[in-house]
């Protein structure tokens, strides 16, 4: 893995240094190699210590962690956050979007407020375009913690828009805070994430979970075919679930 190929990918997307954020790289993480990871960690640690971007956190490879859980886990550790009220909620609704939506921590934790939409008779989550409608009792999940907010006392926070507020002002929690406390609740990450991913492309049309759940249409596709899904001829012109 060369930096340069790392540099090239970034490019395409329309980022740069400077910009990435740590969903951008969980998103990369998650589709190269563990190998590849690891090569890649001390030229990030260089250009974070430079000034030349963020400073962000790599996740060590533990073995086995690229291969999804099974369908039966995932709907069974879902149905335990949701009924079972003895984990911190941050903690269950984070991991609960992950199993659900398979969206990577670094993105989950930039949610605003403002990204839970209640003006209709549904409510809706800004994910990507179109919102995605959010069922219950998982809705009821997240506009309880929508109005329970934690790190929200201090003066520098009362005006904080994020979902997971973190400590430090104007900051959302941070991967290595909440990260943790997921998997005290006994999920694993990457592996429920793959595992709600595939799940998602095998139910509807790669370009249309792209579009919807704010991936790249590469990503989709890449799962989709490693989900072994049949939406081979959808047209990427629809934009409707």
Do not use: C
Not at 180 to 195: E, K, Q
Not at 211 to 240: I, K, V
């Amino acid at each position: 893995m060369r930096v340069g190929d790392f540099l090239a990918g970034i490019q395409e997307q329309g980022l740069t240094l400077a910009r990435l954020r740590q969903d951008d790289l969980d998103h990369w993480i998650v589709t190269h190699q563990p190998r590849q990871r690891q090569l890649l960690k001390p030229f990030l640690t260089w250009a974070a210590n430079a000034g030349h971007m963020p400073r962000l956190h790599v996740a060590p490879h533990r073995s086995g962690q690229r291969s999804p859980i099974t369908q039966h886990r995932r709907i069974g550790l879902l149905r335990k956050l949701i009924t079972d009220d003895t984990g911190e909620l941050r903690a269950r609704v984070a991991a609960i979007l992950l199993l659900l939506y398979a969206q990577p921590l670094g993105r989950i934790l930039r949610l605003t407020i403002d990204d839970i939409d209640t003006t209709g008779s549904d409510v809706l989550l800004r994910l990507g375009d179109p919102p995605t409608p959010v069922p219950e009792p998982v809705a009821e999940l997240l506009l309880t913690l929508r109005d329970q907010r934690t790190n929200m006392r201090t003066a520098t926070n009362r005006d904080a828009r994020w979902l997971f507020p973190g400590r430090r002002a104007g900051q959302p929690l941070t991967t290595r805070t909440i990260a943790p406390l997921i998997r005290d609740l006994g999920v694993p990450t990457v592996p429920g994430r793959l595992a709600a991913l595939h799940q998602l492309v095998l139910q509807s049309p790669a370009p249309v979970v792209a579009q919807a759940l704010g991936f790249h249409h590469t990503t989709t596709h890449r799962h989709h075919a490693a989900a072994g899904g049949t939406w081979n001829r959808y047209s990427p012109s629809r934009n409707t679930l």
